[in-house]
Structure formats: structure tokens, C-alpha cells
């Protein structure tokens, strides 16, 4: 029953630094079972896996990103970020973020749980 909804600007100027939110409702980021991802998709490209942070532990970036983004968490408002630096209109994109379930038992890694996505244009 789990919910995850981006929010942020829709619009960010080139050089600037991109934004979002991801509020979960109906769940906690309290856990060790979850990870708590970013994933966009550019206009006519493929999903692209930004990064992730998990409740404890450490946090994950794509390597062609990570020099650029900063996820963070806040459980006491259960809502995790993203920020980019540095954003280019090659940035421009449907952001996502989702919930990957890793399922201990089987080593089995999935996302059970997406937002609807929020397109941020980025302005040059």
C-alpha cells in the first residue's frame, strides 16, 4: 500500500541545480529491505538508473553521475532527495523515484513501487 510521489520545480536553468523530493505515504523508509532509488528516462531514451540510499548504510550513484548528484534522506518526514548540479538540457528528463526491494533470502533485487513521474526541463 506503499505510495511514492516526486515533487520539485518542473523548470531549471541550465547551470543551476535540479531538485526533487520523493514523499513515501503509507509505508517507512525505516528499513533495511528497501532502497530508495532515483531513475529518470530523456525524451527517447532509455531508464537511467541515477542512484539510491537506503534507510542505514551507505549511498549509490551511477558512475557517470555520481560526480553531480546527492541523494538524501529525512525519516522523520518520510521523503528522500535528489539534487544535480551543474544541470544541462541533456539533463531534461522524467524523473522517478521507486522503491527496490532486495529479498535476502534469494538475492533477488526488483522496484515494487514507482512514483508517477515528474518531467523537469531544463532551460539553456
Known amino acids: 500500500q506503499v505510495q511514492l510521489q516526486e515533487s520539485g520545480p518542473g523548470l531549471v536553468k541550465a547551470s543551476e541545480t535540479l531538485s526533487l523530493t520523493c514523499t513515501v505515504s503509507?509505508?517507512?523508509?525505516?528499513?533495511?529491505?528497501?532502497?530508495w532509488t532515483w531513475i529518470r528516462q530523456p525524451p527517447g531514451k532509455e531508464l537511467e538508473w541515477i542512484g539510491n540510499i537506503p534507510f542505514t548504510g551507505s549511498t549509490t550513484y551511477s558512475p557517470s553521475l555520481k560526480s553531480r548528484t546527492s541523494i538524501s534522506r529525512d525519516t522523520s518526514k518520510n521523503q528522500f532527495t535528489l539534487q544535480l548540479t551543474s544541470v544541462t538540457p541533456e539533463d531534461t528528463a522524467v524523473y522517478y523515484c521507486a522503491r527496490e526491494v532486495r529479498v535476502t533470502a534469494t538475492g533477488v533485487r526488483y522496484f515494487d513501487v514507482w512514483g508517477q513521474g515528474t518531467l523537469v526541463t531544463v532551460s539553456s
Open positions: 503509507g509505508g517507512s523508509t525505516t528499513t533495511n529491505y528497501y532502497y
